[in-house]
């Protein structure tokens, strides 16, 4: 550990990594760059935007039996949205990086070299990359420009450095491959984690985050449009973009100061089943419709649209719903991938899935607030997987690449959470329905149907008969193709 007096204020700045080679003032934001003989002033540096992370300096944690402390950040922002890097020190010597975005957190580790690293330009969502005997593959591709940084660094960064990174996953490991300085891309190497399984301490408060970003995080908050005047509401800290219901700007968030990015044409009004704010009571806790989109199918030769609603809790945080001709979906967005991610029959949780549909898809309509920017126009292509009532989806853009796991809910239980009257529609007939419902209303139907057909067509002797037994065909065809469906998922 160094202690030194800041060239600047005279306040002292603590390196307690030898490998530390900068380091921000927390006083006056000077950024100390050191040598082996001096350390020096080389400018401010923007303050980081306090975005309700629970992580600042000190926190300390463990990760693989070894305990850690955080002692630098950087935070870095890209055309949908920021995020944080964490700079951990171990016990040990080490060091890592502790990413933070959107409630998901990812520790790795450097290592000392990317050996057959593929040139930045030329990986896209979906590249593959092996590492140590694991095929991984291409999350996201992105240029980040460094916003603003504290604590201690191992490496010199300002106002306008750029990160150069591709991340990649397999299961729930995690590889970046950092392109941000010349020669050789740096490579990481770690997992995906979460904040209690590593026994974080020292983590902000609500009344912490509070006092220094100005609201409690995940409360609502309602401001002015910066476009129109008209009022929007938005979750504090958690969902940063917001699409005005009333002139339909895209507006960010990010900072105390509401900035339009881009305005869009009047859209209409569309009619949903839930509107915005409305608030579902979800396994005893309330959850807040806080943005819907409308998407429409392409490149598949069918019309077909459906309505997605993102529902956030501050406590348990985001997952969607999705509504498609009378039928829901509850989706959870997965920070851990299946294995054989890019394969016919991927593997998630020791459940094989079998490949169902591909197609695009087109967001045609937008409004309320969201943790990444979206916009009306954006496409991307989605592949389905099934298995024994679950889905396994894959979404990719140009940009990145993104898996969730969906559940069938009956429209009566939706109905139930936001005390609204949904009748389950989903029809027997439908290869897509429930294989235990398709047989009971077969049953059903077939009891009725022979209640009231029976007398006539023994009244009616052969003719009479045949129609009967074309008639039960007709009610148990549909179960039979939905059983050899549901076998084939």
Not at 33 to 53: F, H, P, Q, R
Not at 190 to 202: D, I, S, T, W, Y
Not at 389 to 396: D, F, H, M, P, S
């Amino acid at each position: 550990m160094q202690k030194v007096s800041c060239p600047s204020c005279g306040a002292e700045v603590t390196f307690r990594s030898t490998a530390s080679v900068m380091a921000v003032c927390d006083y006056c934001h000077s950024t100390l760059l050191k040598d082996a003989e001096s350390v020096k002033d080389i400018g401010k540096m923007s303050d980081v935007l306090e975005d309700y992370s629970p992580i600042q300096i000190n926190t300390s944690g463990v990760y693989l039996d070894k305990p850690f402390t955080v002692v630098g950040r950087i935070q870095l922002r890209y055309e949908a949205g920021f995020w944080n890097e964490w700079y951990v020190l171990f016990d040990d010597g080490g060091s890592g990086w502790l990413s933070d975005a959107s409630g998901q957190y990812v520790m790795t580790l450097p290592q000392e070299s990317a050996t057959a690293a593929p040139e930045f330009e030329s990986i896209v969502p979906g590249s593959r990359y092996t590492s140590q005997g694991t095929t991984f593959f291409a999350a996201d591709v992105r240029t980040a420009q460094c916003i603003a940084g504290q604590g201690e660094l191992p490496f010199k960064v300002g106002n306008g450095w750029q990160a150069k990174v591709a991340d990649f996953r397999a299961d729930n490991r995690f590889l970046t491959l950092d392109y941000s300085e010349d020669g050789e891309p740096r490579l990481y190497l770690g997992r995906a984690v979460n904040l209690h399984e590593m026994r974080c301490q020292l983590l902000r408060s609500d009344d912490e985050i509070a006092s220094t970003a100005g609201r409690f995080k995940g409360k609502t908050t309602a401001l002015a449009c910066p476009s129109c005047g008209g009022g929007i509401k938005y979750q504090a800290g958690m969902a940063f973009h917001v699409v005005c219901p009333s002139c339909h700007a895209e507006v960010d968030c990010s900072t105390d100061k509401a900035i339009v990015l881009q305005k869009h044409k009047e859209l209409g009004q569309v009619q949903t089943t839930l509107s915005l704010g409305d608030v579902g009571n979800i396994n005893q806790m309330k959850y807040n419709v806080i943005g819907l989109m409308k998407c429409r199918e392409t490149n598949s030769g069918e019309f077909s649209e459906w309505v997605e609603y993102l529902l956030f809790n501050a406590n348990a945080g985001y997952f969607w719903l999705v509504e498609s001709d009378g039928e829901w979906e509850r989706i959870q967005v997965l920070n851990e991938w299946p294995e054989s991610a890019m394969s016919e029959t991927p593997t998630f949780r020791s459940k094989t899935y079998k490949k169902l549909y591909e197609y695009g898809s087109v967001v045609i309509y937008a409004v309320g607030a969201f943790n990444w920017r979206v916009c009306v126009g954006d496409r991307t292509r989605i592949i389905d997987f099934g298995s024994e009532g679950e889905k396994l989806t894959v979404e990719i853009s140009h940009k990145e690449m993104g898996w969730s796991l969906s559940k069938r809910i009956p429209a009566s239980t939706v109905g139930q959470w936001f005390n609204k009257p949904l009748a389950d529609t989903s029809s027997f007939f439908s290869p897509t329905g429930d294989k235990a419902f398709s047989a009971k209303a077969a049953k059903i139907y077939s009891i009725l149907f022979g209640v009231l057909n029976v007398p006539i067509a023994f009244a009616s002797g052969m003719d009479g008969l045949m129609v009967l037994l074309v008639g039960l065909a007709l009610l148990w065809i549909p179960v039979f193709f939905h059983e050899q469906i549901a076998e084939a998922e």
